[in-house]
């Protein structure tokens, strides 16, 4: 079934990616991207990918998947959103809802609050443009 090739891809890239890292062949290094690392974070991604397939396409678990839909159907929107108005979010989210209301369950997790406070807003507005039907293609 095409969950277990997927599985299997997943298993292959992270054996080989953390075999050549532990084996000394080249290490596993995120910032530089690293062979080792492309291997070991491409297991991974597979290993996502087949569960996503097999809850969605094989299981026909849908509708929990709807807020991705939104985000997916506008990627480009959303990376650009993301990469330049974040700031903007944020200092309006301070000054509107208070400088202080994200340190609620303490300054260890005001970034946690204040990124998913960001994340919904930004989902807002994606969301609004999928009921519009407005979809930014290349």
Not at 6 to 24: C, I, M, R
Not at 90 to 95: P, S
């Amino acid at each position: 079934s095409m969950v277990a090739r997927l599985v299997a891809a997943s298993a292959l890239g992270l054996a080989l990616g953390y075999a050549a890292g532990w084996l000394g062949v080249c290490p596993v290094v995120k910032r530089i991207w690293t062979p080792s690392w492309v291997l070991f974070s491409g297991g991974w991604c597979f290993l996502l990918l087949a569960g996503f397939y097999g809850v969605i396409d094989v299981l026909e678990w849908k509708a929990w998947a709807f807020p991705l839909v939104v985000i997916g159907t506008n990627s480009i929107a959303a990376y650009c959103m993301a990469e330049l108005l974040v700031s903007f979010v944020v200092h309006n989210l301070k000054v509107h809802i208070g400088p202080d209301s994200f340190l609620v369950l303490g300054p260890s997790y005001e970034p946690l609050l204040l990124g998913g406070a960001v994340l919904l807003m930004l989902w807002l507005v994606l969301f609004g443009m999928y009921r519009q039907k407005i979809f930014i293609r290349i």
